[in-house]
């Protein structure tokens, strides 16, 4: 019999019992992959043990990618204290989805997107309703026409994975001559866009290089896309077999953003994000070389039954979430503020609009870690919303 759509088990509980560890292979690379929360967070703080920036571009991610992408990723690549000031530097652009403008036109932009399915007989979420909300919403992000969400719609849901191909080189170099030619144009014709807005910005009294804009672009694109786009899917999920709770949420307006929390919790879109020993060092009585990988395993902690209780259950009223879904520490993630504000817009809308959803039918997609497979999404989920 089929599991329901919106059960999410935890890979690692045993593991995370037995050693807090596990260890993978990555492309013939070992990666220790840290399971507990309290550990996690030790790990997280300890930048100069556990670097984020002194190894090549794209091996902290995991899986690496080094061979696909040669620019470094800003601020999730460098450590302090140029991290702080790049931090110093984004922190406010990244605010923007708090200004009331900025929340009138997601949910304009929602509104839109939810109305227009609500009239089709059925609809695929991944490509119908999460991989455009995700592209137009970055437009608000990014300062940019919303017409450019094309583009990226047509990139499909990854900007470095295809079908079939992890680490799909061709991919990440049309994502690079895009935002190439954008910058291009920016320095050319400068703007109120983030492109213009960075090439204008300077980091210990000097400007960025383009490199550095590149960088910090490419993350934008790469860090909230497959990410946003599941706990999108995964959430329409969950409501569709929990229509009671989107009830709750219509007359408790405030449980939303408590939804939010917990939903992201307990889907945890960013699996982990890795590290590179600076020194022989050890994690849970486990030997790490300099220059070896560590992995901080977001997913793991996120259901670590010392901290979180019922941690393999939402509830959408959770009072203690001290959840690292967004990650944890000096490196926490930029577009989160965007991430929560999309979520719970879009909750908001679901209630207010939505009275029930069928499932019609659905196939899950997973990711590999080693020997443990990872539910992380859907390939399709097909749905039909009956309104109210
Ligand atoms: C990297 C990562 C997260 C990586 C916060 O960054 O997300 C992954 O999906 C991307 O492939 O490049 O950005």
């Given at each position: 019999m089929r599991t329901k759509s919106s059960e999410f088990p935890d890979s690692f509980k045993q593991e995370r019992a037995n050693q807090g560890v596990y260890k993978m292979d990555d492309q013939g690379d070992e990666v220790l992959m840290v399971l507990g929360l309290k550990e996690l967070r030790n790990c997280a703080r300890d930048h100069a043990t556990f670097s984020s920036g002194k190894t090549i571009p794209g091996r902290i991610v995991v899986p690496s990618e080094e061979h696909i992408r040669s620019v470094r990723q800003i601020p999730v690549e460098v450590d302090p204290p140029i991290h702080t000031e790049f931090r110093a530097l984004l922190d406010p652009w990244f605010k923007r989805p708090l200004d009331k403008e900025y929340q009138h036109k997601l949910t304009l932009l929602i509104a839109e997107l939810l109305d227009d399915l609500l009239i089709r007989d059925e609809f695929e979420v991944v490509n119908d309703l999460a991989l455009p909300l995700q592209s137009r919403a970055l437009t608000l992000l990014l300062n940019v026409p919303i017409e450019e969400a094309e583009t990226w719609i047509s990139w499909g849901t990854h900007v470095f994975r295809s079908e079939g191909d992890p680490l799909d080189s061709g991919k990440a170099a049309v994502l690079d001559d895009y935002i190439l030619q954008q910058i291009e144009k920016s320095s050319k014709n400068p703007g109120e866009d983030f492109y213009s807005v960075l090439l204008n910005s300077e980091v210990n009294n000097r400007k960025l290089t383009t490199e550095e804009v590149h960088g910090i672009v490419n993350l934008a694109f790469a860090g909230g896309r497959d990410t946003v786009i599941n706990a999108v899917t995964n959430s329409i999920s969950h409501f569709a077999e929990h229509a009671d709770e989107l009830a709750k949420i219509r007359t408790q307006p405030n449980l939303s953003r408590m939804a939010v929390e917990e939903l992201v919790r307990y889907f945890s879109p960013l699996t982990h994000l890795g590290r590179v020993a600076t020194e022989n060092t050890q994690v849970c009585k486990y030997a790490v070389k300099a220059n070896e990988r560590i992995s901080l395993c977001w997913a793991s902690a996120n259901r670590d039954e010392t901290v979180f209780e019922?941690?393999?259950?939402?509830?959408?009223?959770?009072?203690?979430n001290p959840h690292v879904a967004f990650g944890f520490g000096h490196h926490k993630c930029l577009g989160a503020m965007h991430a929560r504000q999309l979520l719970n817009t879009l909750f908001t809308l679901l209630a207010e609009k939505v009275a029930s959803m069928t499932i019609v039918d659905f196939e899950e997609q997973f990711e590999t870690l080693g020997q443990i497979n990872r539910k992380i999404g859907f390939q399709y989920l097909k749905v039909k919303f009956h309104g109210r």
């Open positions: 019922d941690a393999d259950n939402i509830k959408i009223d959770r009072k203690q």
